[in-house]
């Protein structure tokens, strides 16, 4: 015969406050029927009790109403001064109604008869499981408490503050961390947003509230930077964030706002742009004197070296009729073969370093001659178009327009494998427009937008800048196997003057904040 397994019994840990033997064991005996694995100790005194909750852990206190030198009012307070959240049922003989209230007021859980010992199985439990809950939620506040504790501390240190305005509500709640952004010190004020706003410089404070009216009339979010000047008279960017928003589907909306600090990044951004306004300041002046070298070498080239040469030539030429056959008139030969080709060498240095055509034909005629030059040169089959109608293009203008044309033929010779080559400028409301086309092999754009700036080719970059430095543009198509467009767009005329003004003021504005 197979006996059935007895159920498992659950432990209960249980502090008696009872002075009756007798009692206490009927207790017990009810607490084991009811299916409790018993782990106990009975204390009589107050001294006996404060030691038993120091010493061991204890899931319910049980106590009698009235014991020799101390009752269940006294045993219930002993408890409380320990802080621990215990379920506390009096268990006793006789007691009164207005006797058992007034316990419970005191914060007793319960209270039963000693004759009824049958319902302090369920009641324990019931307790037991209420004691749970309350654990549970107070862990959950604590934590919830330090979660906004840890919030206001890094919303302190990362400069960020917080303000929310419910929806039909008048009132707005602000963050400390807000106050502290616009330099606002405790006691805070009873209107915060009036406090606030009158810490916004007076140039963007109708901006501000252009966007709060907006997000006011239904707008969804809304984003905007301005400036705040605080107490001791310093100037602070901020920047705002403020959305609608909806925690709980059954609340109201809720317009919720982000502020924070970014003066630091502001002024970095600042700084970043004026030291690149004046790089490309001093780029330009490094090509206008390279632009002038070239210019003064190539005269020196063409002038002195050039004549020097010619004269030789001249010279040597003049002096093959009075030389006998022989070695001396194969020697003669040679040397005015190297002269020819020397002072050929001069003149397309000089060429290349500075086309005269610039300076006497214009534009348009040192674009076709360059670029019939390096076609016929390479074996390039040529489609060259010009509509150059308008006024010249400034010095400054041209030269950019043809140092462009002579990196973008250098660069389809040396790497695009091309068979045509399509050239095509024009003039329209002040802007020179020139695009380059080849059938060439073509390149990832993207792949050598890295290259130039880990540093590895300089070329587009170099183009790109020397365009920029007079306002221009510069645009690259290109695709593997598919050839590659160039499209630059150049002023007619320079406006360095206009340029300069931009600076300056950008340096007035960042100094006055």
Known sequence: MTLPTPPAQTELAVLLVEDAERDALLILRALRQAGFAVRHRRVERADEMRAALADAHWDVVLSDFNLPGFDAHSALAELQASGLDLPFIVVSGTIGDETAIALMRQGAHDYLMKANLARLGPAIEREIGEARVR??????????????????????IGGIGQWRKDAGQASTWCSDTLFALFGIVPPYPQEPVHALLARVHPADAGA??????RLAEGATQGDIEYRIMRTDGSIRYLRECAAWTRGDPDAPAALIGTVYDVT???????ALSMANLRLRQLSGRVLEAQESE??????????????????????LQGMTPH????????RLASALHITEEA?????GLSLNLRP??????????SLRWHAQAQCERAGLSLAFSARIDGPAPDARCAIVCFRLLQEALTNVLRHAGANTLRVDVSQQDGTILMEIDDDGCGFDVARARRRMLEGESVGLLGMEERAALIGGHVGIESAPGQGTRLRVTLPCHDDRDTRQGEIDGRITRTAGG
């Open 343 to 347: 002072l050929a060498q001069v003149r």
């Open 208 to 213: 501000l509230q252009a966007m709060h009216h």
């Open 294 to 315: 070239r210019r003064e070498l190539a005269r020196e080239l063409h002038d002195q070296i050039g004549q020097a040469l010619t004269a030789v030539k001249l010279e």
């Open 135 to 156: 654990a549970e939620r107070h862990r959950a506040l604590a934590a919830l408490r330090e979660s906004e504790a840890s919030l206001r501390a890094a919303q302190r």
């Open 264 to 270: 630091a990044h502001r002024e970095a951004e600042q």
């Open 356 to 365: 005269p055509q610039l300076d006497y034909m214009g534009l348009e005629a």
């Open 323 to 330: 030389v006998d056959e022989g070695p001396a008139v194969m």
